[in-house]
Each structure stands twice: as structure tokens, then as C-alpha cells.
Nanobody
Framework: QVQLVESGGGVVQTGGSLRLSCAAS????????MGWFRQAPGKEREFVVA????????YYADSVKGRFTISRDNAKNTVYLQMNSLKPEDTAVYYC???????????????WGQGTQVTVSS
């Protein structure tokens, strides 16, 4: 059974930082592309960033480029999302996802985590 468990969400002030983690189990982590999506209240889920299985290829949404950094540790079956210079519009539930199909620019998740809330106060 595949499980993706996010952690690290919370409340932070504008300009602050948070680091999200996603621990994966039940899959061969090193063969999966990993990504983060987010969903704000009343809005559709949107793509944030994806990283290839090797960590070599990374693709960011324009809205987070230069502020967010994704990384992965295949030895720990974990993917991270470092979020800096946070803005109120970054407030959302953040979801970790895993998929084997396509490139990171067209990331197609096969599995999802349960999400972690990030709230940025103004």
C-alpha cells in the first residue's frame, strides 16, 4: 500500500519560511517523479513543482519560481519543499504526489498524500 505523508505545515507571517516534507512508503521511491500541488479555499488544485526520479530535472510553477526549492533524498524516501518569502497567496493545503509517467513538465501523479495546511498571515 502506497503512502505519502506530508508534514511541516503551519502558520507563518508574510516573508517567512517553512519546510515541508513528504515521506513515502510502499513504492520504489527512486523510480518515481515527485511533486507538490496546492489547493486554496474555493480554488482548484494547482501544480507547484515537480522533480524527476534522479533529482536532475525540476520544473516550477511561475508563481513560486525563485522562492520555493524542491529536493529529494532517495535514501530516506523523502521529498522536501523549502518555501521562502512566503506570501498570503501561498496559503493553501499542500499535497505531495508521486508518478512514473511523463516528464516533470507534464507531471501526472499516480498517488497523493493527504495534504498539510500552510497559512501565511499578512
Amino acid at each position: 500500500q502506497v503512502q505519502l505523508v506530508e508534514s511541516g505545515g503551519g502558520v507563518v507571517q508574510t516573508g517567512g519560511s517553512l519546510r515541508l516534507s513528504c515521506a513515502a512508503s510502499g513504492l520504489t521511491f527512486g523510480t518515481y517523479n515527485m511533486g507538490w500541488f496546492r489547493q486554496a479555499p474555493g480554488k482548484e488544485r494547482e501544480f507547484v513543482v515537480a522533480i524527476s526520479w534522479s533529482g536532475v530535472s525540476i520544473y516550477y510553477a511561475d508563481s513560486v519560481k525563485g522562492r520555493f526549492t524542491i529536493s529529494r533524498d532517495n535514501a530516506k524516501n523523502t521529498v522536501y519543499l523549502q518555501m521562502n518569502s512566503l506570501k498570503p497567496e501561498d496559503t493553501a493545503v499542500y499535497y505531495c504526489a508521486a508518478g512514473v509517467r511523463g516528464a516533470v513538465r507534464s507531471f501526472e501523479p499516480d498517488y497523493w498524500g493527504q495534504g498539510t495546511q500552510v497559512t501565511v498571515s499578512s
